[in-house]
């Protein structure tokens, strides 16, 4: 495979660069991730560095998905650990490591804004607030001092600064004021150090906390800098215009002294100041790499020249602010596409005729055969989508509106909120109504209308109304078999309430076999059907998240802690993914389009104060003297307004209409955005006069139209396989359909097994971690000061520190009970000892790694996985070594020894290494299992793997019922299928 084939000459300049500072300037849609990808796999294949030994960062999950996607299609063979990530999960993963060499808990929990605004509201008198204290609500600006907290940490500012220029600033006012705005400043700072401290406290930290501890982890400590230095040979920045200070200044700490570190951004698509992006680092790069080379791709291969070339006019007018200016790069982007684009401004006298407009030309466009997902709707903000669903509904036009929030409103999560609301309150009569229309409890409307007119006359709560259902007048006897049926299950449910977690309630309710809600929700294969299960989905992690910090995960906890989210504003977040679904037009915000593209794009409500929309100031702004960003000069909000313009014009492919009314409601005329003008379009006018878009021409093509049938969804396939998928599909393809392509939640009440095995790995990892750490550390001193080598029995930490770690490691979820907790404990603690001592007596493995990732390539599948523990063997190859906490089977298969088989691949692919022995380490009886695979065992298991990987890819999604699987199915429950 030839990497550079293909590439234009600049992006292959940027591909093949030797090594110090490059800065690639890459505008929309010129292959930036394919520069990306390609310069990683040259890396890699030319270069030999080791896969990791390269550390990318990207701004999203989604991002650092695609890159590493694409990276693993360009290695031919297998790898170890690719470093490509988010810049938290980045930091995360090495404070997870080196917590304890600054003082943190290593087990630490992450809090989102929301988590953290309930830590703060429930501490509030921990605040000694006096300037922000408000006259009503106590807690109202909690919010804003929140946001706050995370400027400064965004700049790298310490509570011990920010109290420190509180003290020494000097304010050009009067004597008065500059007491007044000191005694501000400092209760600012010593919030900060409450809300710090409040966290500690918790053993929890916010996202900021994640990129200031690590900066202040690289700074403090020399000797982890060194270590990630040392590894990290060449360093990747994507989006580099989005990143901000803090993200800067690690990067540049960790690609010192060599420098090998290559950005790629464009400045023109600068548009998250509001979460702490600093563009000056982009137009700065060059000052603090004077060397740097600087590679400018141009080549668009995604829009027509007549869409760039009013994007180009439209971002001109942020000169000189711009690196085109300030590097003296031209930045004019051109089209491989060529000619024939459309371009139009569209006047309509309201809201509704744009709305038409909008709906008409997509009407047009799916007439001439253009695919609905082809086309985007752009707004400026979620609410402005209003104006258009209704339309495309009425002329009966798929949709997806890809709102990020608003989880709390779907109808799964309503449902089963009702029902715990239900489950705490009896009496709770909208709770109730809602789970009784319900569609799978089966009441009609009259029947419904029945009852709730009862308990209105009677004065009765609803609940009351359906225990007295039989002395309701005319009520049916069909009807009162189902009011008793979900009278049962609530009343057996708010028993299981009483001790269970919030979790196992929730899948009690979700997996009743009276009522079948979820079964319902999964037996077809349907648009309105998936979006149910994402949902459902992304809340589950909500519920887990919930767990994960409660003292007490109750039914009662968990309503009161979603009362106080909704206090708080919190509508819920949720995965969007706008290439997965059905064949709809995408309604999205700009901000959610960025990388992106469609053939044809409505960018709407182009007037002022909407978009441009007004400049809102920080609530509680960071003082200039606190904020090491260098601002541009001239009005910051409106070029990055204009950025975000540009954003928009640059996702459409052959077609571009930017839309405005004069009337958006109210009294006011509207006037035009001045990105019209700045952009050149030319306008086209509706003919319809204002105020008579309801004409009755206008009403025909309204007209509803009846919707048509859910189309059936594609699947999100896997790139990448693990051992534990392809046994799922060999055991039932449905099975694996609902684990792993639905990914429907399972109940893990009494499945303390599974925590007693985590708490078991981590437990060892912990160990022989520091055990290999430790013979490094004698190895340096070895090189450096002489001696003999390390003796490995030195280096293995004491029994104790073992004991230690299962301690701080122990995981306590998921069992039925405390007794059953405390045994499971006790037994670990001397599987422990056991393996402690049988290795003392037998000798110690030198262990090389632990948790050891890996990719292998079979044929055109990538299988992924970890090796508990990978030992050095006197003879030069290795023991690959898996640890069983469960019972020993009396005979092992073939099959059982698959996983196995694959790390021996991987261990000739991706490690360099040879498998000499095969290792089942078994703690009920402390005995290893031992074996090697054969040339036949791994020919066979490759040509299965492959064979599984194209049935999945053409969903091949079969049930294969067996009584004995069935039995023990974790979805047995709602399989329609089940034996």
């Not at 090189?783 to 080598?789: I, L, N, P, T, V």
């Not at 005979?891 to 040879?914: G, H, M, P, S, W």
Request: glycine residues 6%; proline residues 5%.
């Amino acid at each position: 495979m030839d990497l550079l084939a293909e590439l234009n000459p600049e992006q292959r300049a940027a591909v093949i660069h030797p090594g110090g500072p490059q800065l690639i300037v890459a505008g929309a849609g010129t292959g930036k991730t394919t520069v990306i990808t390609k310069r990683i796999a040259w890396l890699v294949l030319e270069q030999h560095v080791p896969t990791d030994g390269i550390l990318a960062l990207t701004f999203t999950e989604k991002a650092a998905t695609e890159l590493e996607e694409r990276v693993d299609r360009l290695l031919p063979y297998g790898y170890v650990d690719l470093w490509i990530s988010t810049f938290h999960q980045f930091c995360d993963r090495i404070l997870k490591q080196h917590a304890l060499d600054i003082g943190l808990p290593h087990d630490y929990r992450l809090v989102d804004p929301t988590a953290a605004w309930l830590l703060m509201r429930s501490n509030f008198n921990a605040f000694d607030l006096e300037y922000y204290r408000p006259r009503g609500n106590p807690t109202k600006f909690l919010h804003a001092l929140h946001q706050h907290f995370s400027r400064c940490k965004d700049e790298a500012v310490t509570p011990e600064e920010y109290l420190r220029y509180a003290r020494e600033a000097t304010l050009d006012t009067d004597r008065t004021a500059e007491q007044m705005e000191r005694s501000r400043l400092t209760e600012l700072a010593n919030a900060y150090h409450t809300y710090q401290q409040m966290l500690l406290n918790h053993h929890a930290l916010d996202f900021g906390d994640l990129l200031a501890y690590t900066l202040q982890l690289l700074r403090e400590r020399p000797q982890v800098l060194a270590r990630w230095r040392a590894q990290f040979r060449h360093i990747l920045v994507d989006e580099f215009q989005d990143t901000n200070w803090a993200q800067y200044e690690i990067v540049k700490l960790l690609a010192a002294p060599t420098n090998n570190l290559t950005v790629v951004g464009d400045d023109d698509q600068s548009i998250y100041a509001f979460r702490g992006a600093a563009m000056s680092n982009i137009l700065h790069f060059k000052e603090d790499y004077p060397g740097a080379a600087e590679t400018a791709i141009t080549t668009n291969y995604r829009s027509r020249q007549e869409i760039l070339d009013a994007a180009y006019t439209l971002i001109r007018h942020n000169d000189p602010n711009r690196l085109e200016v300030t590097l003296r790069l031209n930045k004019r982007l051109t089209g491989a596409a060529g000619a024939g684009g459309t371009v139009e401004a569209f006047h309509a006298p309201d809201a509704a005729a744009e709305a038409q407009f909008v709906a008409d030309r997509i009407a047009v466009l799916r007439a001439d055969g253009v695919e609905l997902s082809e086309i985007a709707i752009l707004v400026r903000a979620n609410s402005q989508a209003d104006q258009f669903l209704p339309v495309l509904e009425q002329r009966g036009i798929p949709y997806l509106h890809l709102a990020s929030r608003g989880l709390y409103r779907t109808a799964p999560v309503l449902d089963i909120l009702a029902y715990l609301q239900l489950l705490d309150d009896y009496h709770e009569s909208p709770s109730l109504y809602r789970v009784l229309n319900i569609p799978v409890f089966g009441f009609t409307y009259d029947e419904l209308l029945r009852l709730t007119s009862a308990a209105s006359r009677r004065s009765i709560s609803l609940y009351d109304a359906c225990h007295t259902a039989a002395d309701i007048e005319g009520m049916a006897p069909e009807t009162l078999t189902k009011i008793t049926t979900v009278l049962a299950r609530i009343a057996a449910h708010t028993e299981l309430a009483r001790h269970a977690p919030v979790r196992e309630v929730i899948l009690a309710f979700l997996n009743d076999e009276h009522h079948g809600y979820l079964r319902d929700m999964t037996e077809e294969e349907n648009a309105e059907d998936h979006d149910r299960v994402r949902f459902l989905n992304a809340f589950w992690k909500r519920v887990e998240r919930f767990e994960e910090g409660a003292d007490e995960p109750t039914v009662k906890q968990f309503i009161a802690t979603m009362r106080l989210e909704r206090e708080a504003g919190e509508e819920g977040a949720i995965p969007m993914d706008p290439a997965a679904g059905p064949d709809a037009v995408r309604v999205l915000t700009i901000h959610a389009s960025k990388g992106l593209e469609f053939r044809f794009v409505f960018v709407v409500n182009m007037v002022q104060q909407r978009f441009p929309a007004m400049s809102r100031a920080e609530p509680i702004p960071l003082s200039d003297a606190l904020t090491r960003v260098i601002m541009p000069e001239g009005d910051t909000h409106l070029q990055e307004e204009r950025r975000l313009c540009y954003v928009a014009a640059t996702r459409a492919k052959e077609g571009l209409w930017l839309t405005y009314a004069d009337e958006y409601g109210g009294t006011r005329t509207r006037k035009p955005s001045r990105f019209l003008e700045e952009a050149g379009v030319r306008e086209i006018v509706t003919t319809t006069p204002p105020g008579q878009s309801g004409s009755a021409s206008a009403a025909l093509r309204r007209r509803p139209v009846a919707r048509p049938h859910p189309s059936v969804v594609a699947h999100a396939l896997p790139t990448k396989l693990s051992y534990t998928q392809v046994q799922d599909y060999l055991t039932c393809p449905w099975m694996y359909h609902y684990r792993h392509i639905l990914k429907i939640p399972v109940p893990m009440h009494g499945k303390g097994a599974i925590s007693f095995g985590k708490s078991i790995h981590r437990a060892l990892q912990a160990f022989f971690g520091a055990a290999i750490e430790r013979r490094s550390a004698q190895q340096a001193s070895l090189f450096g000061g002489g001696g003999q080598a390390p003796n490995n029995a030195s280096c293995i930490p004491s029994r104790e520190e073992l004991i230690a770690w299962y301690d701080e490691h122990w995981i306590g979820e998921w069992y039925l009970d405390a007794r059953e907790r405390d045994q499971a404990r006790a037994r670990g603690r001397e599987f422990l000892k056991k393996f402690y001592a049988r290795h003392e007596r037998e000798g110690w493995p030198e262990a090389s790694a632990v948790e050891q990732q890996f990719t292998i390539k079979l044929g055109d599948v990538s299988v992924g996985g970890s090796i508990d523990r990978v030992d050095r063997l006197p003879g030069g190859g290795v023991a690959l070594v898996d640890y069983k906490t469960g019972q020993r089977p009396a005979r092992l298969e073939r099959d059982q020894k698959r996983q196995l088989f694959v790390y021996q691949i991987a261990a000739r692919q991706a490690l360099n290494a040879t498998p000499e022995v095969l290792v089942y380490y078994y703690f009920d009886d402390e005995a290893p299992e031992q074996f090697i695979g054969t040339d036949q065992d791994l020919a066979e298991l490759t040509e299965t793997i492959i064979a599984t990987n194209e049935s999945i890819h053409a969903e091949r999604f079969d049930a294969t019922p067996d009584p004995r699987v069935c039995a023990r199915c974790e979805y047995r429950d709602i399989c329609p299928f089940r034996k």
